[in-house]
């Protein structure tokens, strides 16, 4: 019998036994991707300013372009994927891989509390706005374009591996960084835009009864302030990580979220003035009585 150390404490197997613990499988595929902690810090570090670089390339690729899926979906990006099936598949790694991350090496920060808060953020919004919920409460969504969902898929591994990882295994901070008016004012712009993003998704669902594909204005809630609510929500959502996590990664994300975004909220606005005469003029496209 060997004892194998992790997080988790010693964990025996029989080399007798074709069985290999997760923990450890997972601990060995990094220890062979990278040749020390200093490496994948290095690396992580590098996949953070590499996503400030995709943030800018994308804002203005945007500027030409919109996002190709939903109402802006074109042939010309591929086969199209259906629209629950996408959402969930390609969100998925956002999920998946930060749980192996926690549960499946050692995880040597998992153990501190804001480690463990700023994880259940990022978590919280892919178990209920993105992955295992989200999705099939959709109605009548148009199909995904195979580019699109490729695209986002391999976002979601890229991000997912570099938050997850960054907090489980390398985020230093304070002892009482939990009650530092950074962390504290971080969370709660953070818990307020999550909720606006479900209750602004809530709105957008009850447009539609079932089988209903058309599009109608929304109202109620930030709806009647600016036309991408559902956008703010999840910009503010990510700017609360961002400032409670004070790290380049979880800024690195946010910065792409809201050059992503914004780009579409600008979009709807104009989308929405064009097709409906008695669209609210007053309203905005994503910052209240500003923007």
Known sequence: ICRVNNSFGQIPFSIFVPFFPLSVAMDVFLS?????????????????????FMAAFTFVSLLFQNVPYGRYASSKYGFPVDVKFAWFI?????????????????????????????????LCHYVQSRTLIYPFL??????????????????CVYNGYMQVRYLTHYAEYPADWVTHPRFITGSALWLI???????????????RKPGETGYKIPRGGMFEFVS???????????????????????AAFSVFTTAVLANRAVAHHKWYLAKFEDYPKSRKALIPFVF
């Open 138 to 155: 959709i109605r009548g969504g148009k199909a995904t374009p195979f580019a699109s969902f490729a695209l986002a898929f391999a976002f």
């Open 32 to 52: 062979w991707l990278f040749s020390s902690e200093v490496q994948e810090l290095y690396i992580l570090d590098c996949m953070a300013y590499f996503m400030y």
């Open 90 to 122: 390609q969100e998925l790694p956002s999920l998946l891989l930060p749980l192996c991350l926690v549960f499946w090496t050692s995880s040597s920060k998992t153990s501190l509390l804001p480690n463990q808060l700023l994880i259940g953020m990022f």
């Open 228 to 250: 991408g609510a559902n956008f703010l929500g999840e910009i503010t959502e990510w700017a609360g990580f961002a400032l409670a996590g004070r790290s380049a990664h979880s």
């Open 193 to 207: 835009g999550w909720l606006m993003n479900i209750h602004s998704d809530h709105i957008l669902r009850s447009l």
